[in-house]
């Protein structure tokens, strides 16, 4: 799949501001006035900004409300009903402890229940993809979960949790990796089912298809290699896990260098997702023999 800088952005930064949007619906940190309102900006901006984003993604911007009218089928429409409710429901809790340096634990439970759901839903939108192996996978809910958790709880400044929770991230997400890489093989797709013709003998592509690039093979089809993904593999991983984890063990309380974990596992969470579509092979991609 064709890594666009609008998804790339909006799952990593919509994830992350949910995640601590959870934290803070449960009282951790507990704040009030100034410093309520310093996370909650930073927990608003990062996942209302997230979600403008994906909006530049679409073809034509002006059909984005119609995205909310197909909540009985689909998972993008479910994610962006959660996302509105959550948001709405967190606002209360956040006006209580800026304003009046009072927690209503109702909106801040309920807020933070939306805030998780939104983060699965959003993670179904790719899980549901059968025609991607690679995403069709238990694991794919289950990394957005530890991304946007783990990226909340660090932002948020539960150190303690913080380090488990991507110590957890690190190793479902090598797991992941190491699935993924045979997903496509195990699924069986080959040009022969790809085309219909599954049966008849083996198959070769004799002609494209088309002349010219088309709109499937701009967005569905992109090649990465081997030597690239590996490289790109350890940089997310020391970023996303290992730096943060190791400035939090020495240094908890130096605000610097937790600002600097923050600023490293956001880059790590940044080239982990470009990594995830960038190696999502569609099977599209055999119809045009571009495997």
Known sequence: MYPAPSVILFTSLSGIGFGLLAWLGTGHPAVTYLTAFTFFFLAYGLAVGGLLASVFHLGNKINAFKAFSQWRSSWLSREGIMAVASLLVMAPYAIGEI????QWPLFGWLGAAGAVTTVFTTSMIYTQMQTVP???????????????????????????????????????????????????AAAGHTLETAT????????????????????????????????????LRMISMVLLVLLP???????????????????????????????????????????????
């Open 196 to 231: 219909g013709m599954a049966g008849l003998g083996r198959m070769r592509l004799l002609e494209p298809p088309h002349s010219s690039p088309n709109y499937l093979m701009k967005e569905m089809v992109f090649v990465v290699g081997r030597k690239h993904v590996r490289k």
């Open 134 to 184: 690679r995403w069709n996978s238990p694991l794919t809910p289950v990394l957005f979960l530890l991304y946007a958790l783990g990226g909340g709880a660090l932002l948020a400044g539960q150190t303690g949790v913080a380090m488990l929770l991507l110590i957890a991230l690190g190793l479902v997400q090598a797991l992941n990796w190491y699935l993924g890489d045979g997903a496509f």
């Open 99 to 102: 304003f009046f340096g009072q």
């Open 245 to 291: 984890v190791l400035i939090l063990l020495l240094a908890p309380a130096a605000h610097v260098l937790v600002g600097i974990a923050v600023l490293s596992h956001l880059a790590g969470v940044f080239v982990a997702r470009w990594l995830f579509f960038a190696q999502a092979e569609h099977v599209v991609g055999l119809y045009y023999d571009m495997r």
